[in-house]
T-cell receptor, first 114, second 115 residues
Framework: NAGVMQNPRHLVRRRGQEARLRCSPM?????VYWYRQLPEEGLKFMVY????????ESGMPKERFSAEFPKEGPSILRIQQVVRGDSAAYFC????????????FGDGTRLSIL | GDSVTQMEGPVTLSEEAFLTINCTYT??????LFWYVQYPGEGLQLLLK?????DKGSNKGFEATYRKETTSFHLEKGSVQVSDSAVYFC??????????????FGKGTKLSVKP
């Protein structure tokens, strides 16, 4: 009865390195959303994916950020050449069947950039 | 665009006090409205929801009513407990397809309940 699983829980990177965040949705869920939470802020939508498709990436920064949700395996949020401003908590949520269904959140990955 | 505004915290209450956290929204049409709770170091948990005007969502003693006329979805609880200490987020999901179902969140309200 696993919920949304994110790993790692904490990730430390130096400026210029790459960060890879993973999200395994709840069993049976085929819709994945990524959100970013800056300190003392609410969550901001980044990208919405279904299996092998990006449905809405209107919240993704234009450079350095990418996301995928392959046919097999977890969804990956990748940040290339990280900068200090990328330090945040990144949350993944999944839902069943469509955008009208409730979203279930993982515990997040806390990314720290040195 | 769609947006959510909720009262700023932190809010500090004594155990058994009455809680209100205000939330208002701006949206086209009839969005769905949600309250999420975040405990320290954890992800967000859905607390309650309402999908149409005058709906009342309720869970664990918390309630919120979808008020179209005042575009509000205030969270209330009659008697808070220490275990309710957390950050509470009001959120909406747009009524129309452009947002494709992503949630729009308020900034969160931190609640601390003292014994």
């Amino acid at each position: 009865n696993a919920g949304v699983m994110q790993n790692p829980r904490h990730l430390v990177r130096r400026r210029g390195q790459e960060a890879r965040l993973r999200c395994s949705p709840m069993k049976g869920h085929s819709h994945v959303y990524w959100y970013r939470q800056l300190p003392e802020e609410g969550l901001k939508f980044m990208v919405y994916l279904q299996k092998e498709n990006i449905i809405d990436e209107s919240g993704m920064p234009k450079e350095r950020f990418s996301a995928e949700f392959p046919k097999e395996g977890p969804s990956i949020l990748r940040i290339q050449q990280v900068v200090r401003g990328d330090s945040a908590a990144y949350f993944c949520a999944s839902s069943d069947r469509g955008s009208n269904q409730p979203q279930h959140f993982g515990d997040g990955t806390r990314l720290s950039i040195l | 665009g769609d947006s959510v505004t909720q009262m700023e915290g932190p809010v500090t209450l004594s155990e058994e006090a009455f809680l209100t956290i205000n939330c208002t929204y701006t949206a086209t049409g009839y969005p769905s409205l949600f309250w999420y709770v975040q405990y320290p170091g954890e992800g967000l948990q859905l607390l309650l929801k309402a999908t149409k005007a005058d709906d009342k969502g309720s869970n664990k003693g918390f309630e919120a009513t979808y008020r179209k006329e005042t575009t509000s979805f205030h969270l209330e609880k009659g008697s808070v407990q220490v275990s309710d200490s957390a950050v509470y987020f009001c959120a909406l999901r747009g009524a129309y397809g452009g947002s494709q179902g992503n949630l729009i969140f308020g900034k969160g309200t931190k609640l601390s309940v003292k014994p």
